[in-house]
């Protein structure tokens, strides 16, 4: 029995359609998934004295942009300044030890005098000059002495100082201040976040991705991020800058981190994001298929 013409056209290119299906020769249209994540800012920081003590100064407010060792709020620290004046007067007092080292100077010279005199014509006894040696060996303890006690205060000053500045607390990075918690005059206990500082003119988004994800990414990857600015959808470029190592023991997921730059402010910190990545196997077949057509 004769086929129509068009019939067997249609089954000719049906076959053709098999085996190129078979071969791995067709075009497959690539499959994509959306991982969702939120946005954080790149330093978030909490903010705690590491002493107690009772607030004396707020200076700054919030939504305050500060610089990196801005000083945020201090302490009341008059007892520690007192004793940063009194330890930087003993430091400075070198008025005894000056006074030992010109003693020393001239009975130095004293003794040199009398060797001279005792070794020529001993018109000086020799105990005179032991007791002159005596007097030079007390004077060099004494000073040596003094030298030390001299350090030591300077080192006393610098601790002083140093429970004098712990009084005040600085942010560790530039950002905008978003919160403090606490009022003049009131007890700041040591650990306790008082103020929060956020960087937000660098943000990074995390999301979790299956391990076959994982492995087909590294760090230094571009990757567009789509943020929900509200009504709007804010397209940014990343980078990949962490994957993790390991993978979630409860769900098999593996954290990545994207950083992206966020100069102008339009996007808060908090709001959710997206990506979208190529399913990694489908990457794969292509790939090979790619490989065994060869050029």
């Given at each position: 029995m004769t086929r129509p013409?068009?019939?067997?056209?249609?089954?000719?290119?049906?076959?053709s359609w098999l085996v190129l299906l078979a071969a791995g020769s067709l075009p497959s249209q690539a499959r994509s998934e959306?991982?969702?994540?939120?946005?954080?800012?790149?330093?978030?920081?909490?903010?705690?004295?590491?002493?107690?003590g009772v607030t004396a100064d707020i200076l700054v407010k919030e939504g305050q942009r500060v610089k990196k060792g801005a000083a945020l709020l201090?302490?009341?620290?008059?007892?520690?300044?007192?004793?940063?004046?009194?330890?930087?007067?003993?430091?400075?007092?070198?008025?005894?030890?000056?006074?030992?080292?010109?003693?020393?100077?001239?009975?130095?010279?004293?003794?040199?005098?009398?060797?001279?005199?005792?070794?020529?014509?001993?018109?000086?006894?020799?105990?005179?000059?032991?007791?002159?040696?005596?007097?030079?060996?007390?004077?060099?303890?004494?000073?040596?002495?003094?030298?030390?006690?001299?350090?030591?205060?300077?080192?006393?000053?610098?601790?002083?100082?140093?429970?004098?500045?712990?009084?005040?607390?600085?942010?560790?990075?530039?950002?905008?201040?978003?919160?403090?918690?606490?009022?003049?005059?009131?007890?700041?206990?040591?650990?306790?976040?008082?103020?929060?500082?956020?960087?937000?003119?660098?943000?990074?988004?995390?999301v979790s991705l299956d391990e076959a994800r994982a492995r087909s990414l590294k760090a230094g990857d571009r990757i567009p991020v789509e943020v929900n600015a509200g009504a709007a959808k804010v397209l940014r470029e990343g980078k990949l800058d962490f994957v993790s190592p390991v993978a979630d023991p409860a769900s098999g997921l593996v954290r990545i981190k994207i950083s992206f730059d966020n100069q102008d402010g339009r996007i808060y910190p908090g709001m959710s994001a997206r990506i979208t990545l190529e399913d990694a196997g489908e990457n794969h077949r292509r790939e090979s298929g790619a490989e065994a057509r060869g050029p």
């Open positions: 013409p068009g019939l067997t056209v249609a089954i000719g290119r049906r076959l959306e991982f969702v994540g939120l946005t954080e800012p790149v330093h978030d920081v909490d903010l705690a004295f590491p002493v107690d201090r302490l009341d620290a008059r007892i520690q300044q007192l004793e940063v004046e009194r330890r930087g007067l003993m430091a400075a007092d070198r008025g005894r030890l000056d006074a030992a080292i010109k003693s020393r100077v001239i009975v130095g010279a004293m003794l040199d005098s009398s060797r001279r005199l005792f070794k020529e014509n001993q018109s000086v006894s020799e105990d005179e000059v032991r007791k002159l040696e005596l007097e030079c060996c007390r004077l060099d303890g004494e000073i040596a002495a003094m030298d030390k006690d001299l350090q030591r205060e300077k080192v006393e000053l610098h601790m002083a100082q140093t429970e004098f500045e712990r009084r005040t607390l600085a942010s560790p990075v530039d950002g905008v201040v978003t919160e403090i918690k606490l009022e003049t005059g009131e007890w700041a206990a040591a650990g306790r976040t008082v103020a929060h500082v956020a960087d937000t003119s660098h943000c990074h988004l995390e």
